[in-house]
């Protein structure tokens, strides 16, 4: 099973609409495997909100947190400890898996282990999403760089919201990554948008 994990340079970037995306591109099954805000909603069931092919299964997170707040933090609040060990892929059929992560890559599921070690443990090709903001430069090098140090498979980028050609120029050059496709600032997204924008990502 090939397996992709997106990733981003910080949260709410846009993880979850690039996922359902690639989902939808490859007709592939998602994994969440840390939730966080549970309380309210999950990823996961934007996911099955968002896509329209019927081949798509959706698994179950290993964890699922109803605060909020950096999985490490929630985890505590529930009396928790996330650990590595128990995170395990789900079984599937389907030749492609998506994984989205919580955060960054160094957000921490414990006082030892971080997000990025669920890439390493399964040797996950990355996928990072990168927004504009102040800062979204030095935040995507970072990350980048982090996948590098690890000798990670990076697959590339996706750019998410309103276009910053300089930036954008910037984060691929010095890094060396390839752009995969760009996401437009959408007013809503739903099935129609992830269907517009699915083609692009197909062959990825």
């Given at each position: 099973?090939?397996?992709?994990f ?10 979850t609409v690039v ?11 998602y ?7 549970s ?8 996911i099955?909100?968002?896509i ?10 290993s ?10 933090a ?6 928790i ?21 919580a955060?960054?890559?160094?957000v ?12 390493q443990?399964f ?11 102040l ?5 995507s090098l970072l ?16 750019f ?15 890094s060396?990554s ?21 083609p ?5």
């Amino acid at each position: 099973m090939r397996t992709i994990f997106v990733t981003g340079i910080g949260t709410d970037v846009g993880k979850t609409v690039v996922s359902a995306i690639l989902v939808e591109a490859l007709k592939a099954d998602y994994f969440k495997p840390v939730q966080t805000g549970s309380f309210f909603t999950s990823d996961a069931k934007k996911i099955q909100k968002y896509i329209t092919n019927t081949v798509t299964k959706i698994h179950p997170e290993s964890y699922s947190l109803g605060q909020y707040m950096s999985p490490h933090a929630a985890a505590e609040q529930e009396g928790i400890r996330l650990e590595l060990s128990k995170i395990e892929l789900p079984q599937s059929d389907n030749p492609v898996l998506i994984v989205e992560g919580a955060g960054g890559l160094m957000v921490p599921l414990n006082d030892q282990e971080l997000m990025i070690d669920i890439i390493q443990k399964f040797n996950a090709e990355v996928v990072v999403v990168v927004q504009n903001y102040l800062g979204s430069i030095n935040h995507s090098l970072l990350t980048l760089d982090a996948l590098k140090f690890r000798k990670l498979n990076l697959l590339g980028v996706v750019f998410n919201g309103a276009p910053h050609q300089m930036s954008e120029d910037i984060i691929t050059r010095y890094s060396g990554s390839k752009m995969l496709g760009r996401i437009s600032k959408e007013v809503e997204i739903n099935k129609e948008t992830v269907l517009k924008y699915a083609p692009q990502f197909a062959g990825i």
